[in-house]
């Protein structure tokens, strides 16, 4: 699909957890976006991405941390890229996000993570040009659970379980008008408070998280109640691409992540030959 004008300024978050992971550690990178896969620094894969879509003009990174970035070939030559701006992390994705989305005059945003190394020109086009019809302040991108289990039967996925099915994340979230930026506000107390899981019961409702432990909520039902606390309208879309669920946040995916981008180049390879 193609566009006039692209239309989405992208914020990547790009910050990294204190103390690393054993996912760093295994790589030997000094960030979590900084991870090779299939050759190529995850962030890497998600700017490429990011440029490759019509519907993107631009990019904010945000992160890694001043002393990484100084020293990461991979930062400094996305840096020196036209259309790429870098900002320093603040103290966590929360309010990371809330600084780039704050940074930006122009709407609508698209956020998304850094470690998304599998993130591509199609799930791109096929969130942003579905986000483009919603009237919410803020779109949710969530891929089917049975999706990605077929896809990927042997990987491990949080999945969010409602009373009509289940769904993964996609870290793709569309702030299509200012007052989506209250939804970030939420997501920050609900982040400060995640030592203190009785406060955030008491912010979604003890009666709603009941009901969707309980299997009892329905997404729609669900979405609701969220937009009804976080003080904006949130919506979601259901993508049809099981790897946009896939992100590089463990060595498991990393794995993963390899191995579909490895069977997707032999692929690439063989219809080539086939072709000639």
Not at 52 to 81: F, H, M, Y
Not at 213 to 241: H, M, P, V
Not at 260 to 270: D, P, Y
């Amino acid at each position: 699909m193609s566009i006039a004008e692209p239309r989405f300024r992208a914020v990547v978050l790009a910050g990294e957890r204190s103390g690393g992971s054993a996912l760093t550690r295994a790589a030997g990178v000094a960030a979590g976006v900084l991870v090779p896969v299939a050759g190529q620094a995850a962030v890497e894969r998600v700017v490429d991405a990011l440029d490759a879509s019509v519907w993107i003009n631009d990019c904010l990174l945000c992160g890694p941390e001043q002393s990484i970035a100084e020293t990461s070939d991979v930062i400094q030559a996305l840096k020196a890229r036209e259309t790429l701006r870098w900002m320093a992390p603040a103290t966590g994705p929360a309010a990371s996000a809330f600084a780039a989305v704050e940074s930006i005059a122009d709407y609508p945003i698209l956020v998304t993570a850094g470690d998304h190394a599998l993130l591509s020109e199609e799930i791109l086009d096929e969130f942003c040009a579905a986000a483009q019809l919603r009237s919410e302040d803020l779109i949710i991108g969530l891929v089917p659970y049975e999706l990605v289990q077929r896809a990927f039967p042997e990987s491990r996925r949080t999945v969010l379980k409602f009373r009509d099915g289940g769904f993964c994340g996609s870290n793709l979230f569309a702030f299509m008008k200012p007052e989506a930026r209250h939804a970030l506000k939420f997501w920050s107390q609900v982040e400060n408070d995640r030592k203190r899981p009785w406060r955030i019961a008491r912010r979604l409702g003890l009666w709603t998280l009941i009901r969707y432990l309980a299997g009892q909520c329905g997404i729609d039902e669900a979405f609701r109640i969220l937009s009804a606390r976080a003080g904006c309208k949130i919506g979601y879309l259901s993508l049809k691409t099981p790897t946009a669920a896939v992100d590089v946040d463990s060595v498991d995916d990393w794995r993963l992540a390899e191995q579909i981008l490895v069977e997707r180049a032999k692929n690439r390879n063989a219809q080539t030959s086939a072709d000639l």
